[in-house]
Nanobody, 125 residues
């Protein structure tokens, strides 16, 4: 499956952003789709994930309560809505997917087989 992210850009603190992850090649039908981010000089960090079949969602501590991950099955697309943006949210955001993920590895970037190219989100104060 090929993943294409979009929706990044420049934002100010307090703004919201919605990132999209569109799949091509095959559907997300049996996949877990996750969002990760990586700031310069830092490790890739888990943001959120959704199990396509069940709709169960999972969030990283840094975005919990101000972010929502959702799936549009008709469009084969996963969205990440982030509110109350802060400068520390500045990073490249990556979409990832895997069809054999187990719950204990959902926040582990090494557990995902498919990655998008990333989209930059820059938040100014």
């Amino acid at each position: 499956v090929q993943l294409v992210e979009s929706g990044g850009g420049l934002a100010q603190a307090g703004d919201s952003v919605r990132l999209s992850c569109a799949a091509s090649g095959r559907t997300f039908r049996t996949y877990t789709v996750g969002w990760f981010r990586q700031a310069p000089g830092k490790e890739r960090e888990f943001v959120a994930a959704i199990k396509w079949n069940s709709g169960h969602t999972y969030y990283g501590d840094s975005v919990k309560g101000r972010s929502t991950i959702a799936a549009d099955k008709a469009k084969n697309t996963v969205y990440l809505q982030m509110n109350s943006l802060e400068p520390k949210d500045t990073a490249v955001y990556y979409c990832a997917a895997d069809s054999h993920l187990i719950i204990t590895t959902i926040s582990d970037p090494g557990a995902y087989d498919h990655w998008g190219q990333g989209t930059q989100v820059t938040v100014s104060s």
